[in-house]
């Protein structure tokens, strides 16, 4: 499974006008937030959510307490938000690689660029990037979301036994 994924990835990013164009969409939506940081509405409040963490442990928001012990180590907004690009860039490509594997290649790789290019732009995920400040925390949501379907994915077509069960509950911790 892992072999297939990596093989997978590779057959994407060896495609140069996908990466180019993925990353250069990514820049034109992203660049100017990721490199002039502002001030968010959560920002002055981001004491009473992540303060002690209890907060965010007693609402159920376990990998926003994560991301904020990460951040606080890193103390650098501009770090964080190139993470997320690159965590949401890679969510990109897991669908993408979702999307190859449940139509069995039919869909070009040309269709797979327009669709990864519209999804890293989409506005809403702009208005997130540069008002709320959970970016991280978002597009971290997507990138285990897509791997949890690419696991789920994996196990109805074929992976059964303990290594298929093992990925079921791996994609529902996900």
């Known amino acids: 499974m892992i072999k297939e994924y990596l093989e997978d990835v590779r057959k994407l990013l060896k495609n140069k006008i996908f990466v180019f ?11 100017y937030a990721a490199f002039n940081s502002s001030l968010s509405i959560d920002d ?3 004491d009473r959510y992540t303060g002690s ?7 159920g ?12 180590r890193w103390k650098n907004p501009f770090m964080m938000d190139i993470l997320s690009l690159f965590m ?7 669908l993408c690689i979702l999307f190859r594997r449940i139509s069995d290649s039919k869909i070009s790789l040309g ?8 999804f890293i732009s989409y506005p809403l995920m702009n208005e997130i990037w540069e008002y709320t400040g959970t970016n991280v925390v978002i597009c971290s949501g997507f990138l285990l979301t897509s791997f949890s379907l690419l696991l789920i994915h994996s196990f109805l077509h074929g992976r059964r036994g303990v290594k298929g069960y093992l990925s079921l509950v791996a994609a529902a911790l996900m």
């Open 53 to 59: 963490g209890n907060a965010m442990l007693s609402a």
């Open 44 to 46: 002055t409040e981001s």
């Open 21 to 31: 164009s993925l990353f250069a969409i990514a820049a034109i939506s992203f660049g």
């Open 88 to 94: 949401f860039a890679f969510a990109c490509i897991n």
């Open 111 to 118: 269709a797979l660029t327009v669709f990864s290019c519209l």
């Open 61 to 72: 928001r376990f990998t926003m307490l994560f991301w904020s012990v990460i951040q606080g």
